[in-house]
């Protein structure tokens, strides 16, 4: 597995009816398979998340979605960024992500960490627990599913989690790639370093350099060679062939989410956007390289959120940023 290049879909809020609502996502995942894209993901959850929404907006669960990827797509891999440790069961989470690849003809990913989103579990009646809790419950889970994923039938009796002898067949491949995602220099990149073949970090570019050295510790306490450990971050990219366009579609995301970038200071709008790659093409591509790929991350992993449905945009991006990754 690489992904040097990922596509997630991190909202459906599109204009048009609820039966138009998945035309456009496949008509995105097609888009990024065509314009170079390794992988295609959505999220892995049941209300809108902050900072990008209003709980009730809309929000696909994510592994019905995918397969239905799957069958409108030919090459691109698939993938939840992350699945939420917290809403399955792990030996059922292994059979969900490897019928995912069976139906995609090997192209899946279990993307996964330990789950952060209060509001949803109690709305949902799923046990939330304690930040120790919901890592514990992570690292019993792998010990389950990467088994499960190589073909082994794991007896697990642990604090959170119980198998005895679980099947998980059929399967296409025996080697099923595990992506954690998360910021977590202790927690979440000790598990990358003992389970995963590929880490998404979130979060402020400027923190980089801190997370890889983090991550390169991890890797030797694991006694892993950090350079079978494939990297990305997640940026929030708005591009334009017209650089103010990109700009101003900026300004009305960030309104939307009750954010008014001329209200703020010169710090306070610099936090809010730390994450924001926004401008021309060239502008997005020299801004990136410096901030994300110059520090030494392996890969980039783009939303569009303010405009990735309409079409030409993901095109654009694939264009753009194939060339730094390559």
């Known amino acids: 597995m690489s992904i040097r290049l990922g596509y997630q879909m991190p909202n459906f809020s599109y204009p048009g009816s609820v039966a138009e609502l998945f035309p456009a996502v496949i008509a995105q995942a097609r888009e990024a398979e065509s314009a170079g894209f390794d992988a295609a993901f959505v999220m892995d959850h049941f209300y809108q998340l902050p900072g990008l929404g209003s709980p009730d907006q809309p929000m696909l669960e994510a592994y019905s979605a995918l397969s239905g990827l799957a069958t409108a797509t030919s090459s691109i891999q698939l993938s939840a960024l992350v ?109 990358a370093a003992r389970f995963a073949q590929h880490l998404n970090i979130i979060c402020d570019p400027a923190d980089l350099p801190r997370k890889l050295d983090a991550l390169a510790q991890r890797c030797e306490e694991a006694g892993r060679d950090r350079s079978t450990l494939e990297t990305s971050f997640l940026a929030f990219v708005m591009i334009d062939e017209d650089g103010d366009k990109a700009r101003a579609q900026q300004r009305e995301f960030l309104r939307g989410t009750g954010v008014d970038l001329d209200a703020l200071s010169d710090e306070q709008r610099a936090a809010v956007t730390a994450r924001q790659f926004v401008g021309t093409p060239d502008d997005v591509a020299a801004d990136l390289q410096a901030r994300v790929l110059d520090p030494g991350v392996d890969g980039l992993i783009v939303n569009i959120v303010a405009n990735g449905h309409e079409p030409g945009v993901v095109d654009l991006a694939g264009r753009t940023l194939g060339k730094l990754v390559r």
Request: aromatic fraction near 10%; charged fraction near 25%.
């Open 83 to 191: 699945t939420g440790n917290t809403y399955r069961n792990p030996a059922v989470l292994a059979k969900t992500v490897t019928t995912l690849d069976v139906v995609s003809g090997g192209r899946a990913v279990l993307g996964i960490g330990a789950g952060w989103f209060e509001l949803e579990h109690n709305s949902f009646g799923i046990d939330f627990g304690t930040f120790t809790d919901r890592f514990e419950r992570l690292d019993e889970a792998l010990q389950i599913i990467v088994p499960m994923l190589h073909g082994e039938r794991p007896t697990f009796d642990g604090k959170w989690y119980h198998t005895k002898e679980a099947m998980n067949e059929p399967r296409v491949r025996d080697d099923l790639p595990v992506l954690l995602g998360g910021s977590g220099e202790k927690k979440t990149f000790a598990l």
